[in-house]
């Protein structure tokens, strides 16, 4: 089977490392001119003039990037499969439609207003209690379209900074910790859910994910379970779907925002899963019975952000993975990450901190937890 | 770096695979006219027109397949690095210098004579005690220019179908099984050992590799480190080495032949081990710290010979992971593999089972111990 991937990234290339030795072949479309997947056949497509080209050679379409047209993949699903669906891709991309979409499935979130103008900020930022988040409705990623209000009297600041026409404002949730889950739904709607991971963000951008989680009430991984169940099953969801979570002191869940695709979040299991969520990812499209995602050890994940680390230092720790981009490097970018496996925690998190010192900018670890 | 392979077929794949998470790139020369590889850069090369540009495109240079002219590797040598070196090569393409080596190092084998016409053979045969094995010295290839004597009078019958002009011939061992030790030699002299597998073969194809042993002493595992060891550091080698082995009825090791690559009974190590033979060769030509070789479960490898396998059915199997090669179907070809983990013996047996019944002609699996 051909599949067509929308983005020609990292995501794209890690799908498709997976996705060889299932016999599949790969086709990406970069619509920004400057593709780094170097694997498959790419498509450098910056004037949408080869979608025609594109869509011939693939049998079912996916995507490494939500921030799509969506009228873009409405069109693509009128000629191939597109999983996950289009209707995914709007709500995924929009934080007031994502938000009443976890309020219609009870799904709690921190508490939040939609505003239209610096007025309106201004009045959610005094209604919710300062300090607030706001945040773009679309196309936010990696902390970029956001803003944080210390005090209502900033939300002109803020508005102007944002520069969007819709915002959500947020309560400030007093978390322990991010957390987040991953599950993978299948065409026949099978669902398989991932161990949670803990992670860690600097500067909107992840750093490090831990999973599983030594401290991890059954109940608590169960409840997140069947929050992202719901979200799959009232989307007909198919593929992997990543949803971010705070948990707060008592153990509850508040929903942060969810992905419609392969996640960060979820790297750790190239390496600590039995099967990763790349290979899911292509099993679920496809039609193919879905793997097992049972951890295969205490697995934390760091990510290489701008600068190339020392990875032949980092290789010498035992069970480290490195899984490079392929990319230059400028500041901010992901450019790679390593995966560092244990036997246990104590082990995991002072080979983590090794690893950490071969990273140059990389922020030291901060864990919920005591091994 | 760029890494360049001689050879384009499945081992070259998967080097490729297990190479663009460490960076690299690769440059692929395949001289057949009939690359199946399906990644990297290919150079097409029948009439031996590429070489120049191949090597300037490259850092490094391995290979997948070690029948190869030794003198287009010394040339190669003279421009860039090849690893493992043309000695290796040379050694291990034949097989009268592999016996001598085998020799020299104290490695024990079957009892064997050269023999360099057909009453050589006949006296050979006589002298070994029939049946005997005879073999081609050069080219060998998965039970190609082989035959086996009943009787000294077959000789002239053997000699005119190998149509060699020198042959080796072996005693026959009543072994108990086939085993064989895979090790990889870092640039700096540094030595890892796999786990050692147990191989079934039929029709002088590889159908199954199983490792760990679950009744391996570990005198046993030892004592094959040992001979491989001195081999590695005999010929100064650089990157994986396979080497075949007899086990008798009393557990003393006899080795049968060596190959100056990644092999078949090690693809167990891709999902079966913390880093695979491919990524650990891939360290050990670039001068990278080499992985931990410690086995993770129970594995079994499946080979798919000629005819693709039922692959839904085998994904249904808990923990069974697929490796297409992307070929057209063909008698006797490789086309996939499949490796199969599990908790413990019994449970990993029967899932071999339920994945052999998914392979059409796949011979039962016959297993040297019970579980």
Known sequence: MNIGILGAGQLGRMLALAGYPLGNRFTLLDTTGNP????GEVIVDPDNQHLAAF????DVVTYEFEHLPVALVEE??????VYPSSRAIAVCQNRVEEKALFDRLSIPTPAYRVASSAEELEAAAAELGCPVVAKSVTEGYDGKGQAVLKSPEQAHEAWAQIGHAQLIVEAFVDFVREVSIIAVRGRDGQVVFYPMAENQHEGGILRYSIAPLPDLDDAVQQTADSYIRALLDELDYVGVLALELFQTRDGALLANEMAPRVHNSGHWTMDGAVTSQFENHLRAIQGLPLGVTRALAPTCMLNVIGREGDYPKMLEIKETHLHC????????RKLAHVNVLADDYADLLAKVEACADALPGMPAPRWSFTP
Chains 1, 2 share one sequence.
């Open 76 to 81: 693509i699903e009128r000629h191939k499969p």
């Open 55 to 58: 869509l011939d050679a693939v």
């Open 36 to 39: 780094s997947a170097g694997i």
């Open 325 to 332: 981009y392929d990319k230059t490097e400028r500041e901010g």
